[in-house]
């Protein structure tokens, strides 16, 4: 089932991005990419599932759990452990990054005025933070699984606390410091959550217990929502003076913890679904390029829109009938693309995955 989460999150990250990015030119020529979110009535509604960081994190969390158990069976050290995931995680990121600054300093060198990335498409660098974010949990990942395997729930409690003193600091107080301290805690707790996601078995529990913990999350988002003022919509909204995910506040954590129900409820139907290898070999194939795709599919998407205007064709900066119209574009184009850079970048991602002698896999 986990295999299955992570490949979903890859499909639902690209996906979103290419689809449902409202891309255009601003008067200084850069490119934005806002969402339509506030454009559909009740779209908010579908953030509370297609907002699917807070899966990358459980799953991060299970599949960490996994390793590191498996490592300590065969005396595998903490750093062992740890570099060895590192790697997992850095070698194509670097190769990835390298491509982009050569690109980059050919274009600098060349006559004419030259703009970094980073000053006239910010949105392409922006879904790198999780693997930041992710880098450093699994650097903490000995202690924080020793201290699950020790205090097991009490960790998920104290978390709890944490991210609503910070929330109280943050919005009670107007500390701006804490919103970020917040956002930190907000995602180990995800982390975390995804252990206790892969130890208690939760997918396969009575029917009440993960109906409970779908309730557990659904109360929570109300309660930070409707009760406490946080936005309804679980990713940045056009015209929202507030959002959920930056900097990350409490409501991602209790959505971590519906999203969490909704894969424990789902899990009977799936496992026996997954047992067939038409649905299986396509999560398979997913997972071994997962990262590749994550890295790459944004470059995808920029060689589209770059021969979409060779060709002539202008980006609508609102959502209208014919942007919705061309929605099949923007997924069938950067797929192509995106399949030709896999060939060419997954053997970054298999080289980094094979395991050297001594290191914790």
């Not at 021969?307 to 609102?318: F, N, V």
Request: aromatic share 12%; charged share 10%; proline share 6%.
């Amino acid at each position: 089932m986990v295999d299955a989460a992570r490949a979903l999150c890859i499909v639902v990250v690209t996906l979103w991005h290419w689809t449902l990015s409202v891309t255009h030119r601003t008067a200084d020529g850069s490119l934005s990419m806002p969402n339509p979110i506030h454009a559909v009535p009740g779209g908010w509604l579908a953030t509370w599932v297609l907002q699917i960081m807070p899966v990358f994190f459980l799953v991060g969390g299970y599949a960490n759990l996994v390793g590191w158990q498996r490592a300590q069976a065969r005396g595998t050290t903490a750093g062992q452990f740890v570099r060895s995931r590192l790697r997992r995680l850095l070698w194509p990121t670097a190769v990835w990054a390298l491509v982009w600054l050569a690109g980059e300093l050919i274009a600098a060198a060349l006559p004419g005025p030259h703009r970094w990335m980073w000053e006239w498409f910010p949105g392409y660098l922006t879904p790198l933070w999780f693997l930041g974010v992710y880098g450093l949990l699994i650097a903490t990942v000995p202690i924080t699984a020793n201290l699950h395997t020790r205090y097991g729930a009490g960790v998920l409690g104290a978390l709890v606390l944490l991210i609503t003193l910070g929330s109280v600091a943050d919005r009670g107080a107007d500390q701006a410091w804490a919103a970020w301290a917040t956002a930190a805690l907000v995602w180990l707790f995800c982390h975390q959550l995804g252990y206790a996601w892969r130890s208690w078995e939760l997918g396969r529990r009575p029917l009440a217990q993960r109906l409970a913990v779908v309730g557990a999350g659904l109360a929570g988002l109300v309660g930070l929502t409707v009760g406490a003022g946080h936005p309804l919509s679980m990713v940045s909204t056009t015209g929202a003076a507030e959002s959920n995910i930056f900097p990350t506040n409490a409501t991602i954590a209790a959505l971590a913890v519906f999203q969490l129900g909704l894969l424990a409820l789902v899990t009977p139907v799936a496992e026996r679904l997954l047992r067939r290898p038409t649905a299986w070999k396509p999560v398979v194939a997913l997972n071994v390029v997962a990262l590749t795709i994550f890295l790459w599919h944004m470059t995808a998407y920029l060689v589209v829109l770059w021969a979409y205007e060779g060709l002539g064709g202008t980006l609508p900066a609102e959502p209208t009938a014919g942007w919705w119209a061309q929605r099949w574009l923007w997924l069938l184009a950067p797929s192509a693309v995106l399949a030709v850079l896999a060939v060419l970048f997954a053997r970054v991602e298999l080289a980094a995955r094979r395991p050297r002698k001594g290191a914790g896999r």
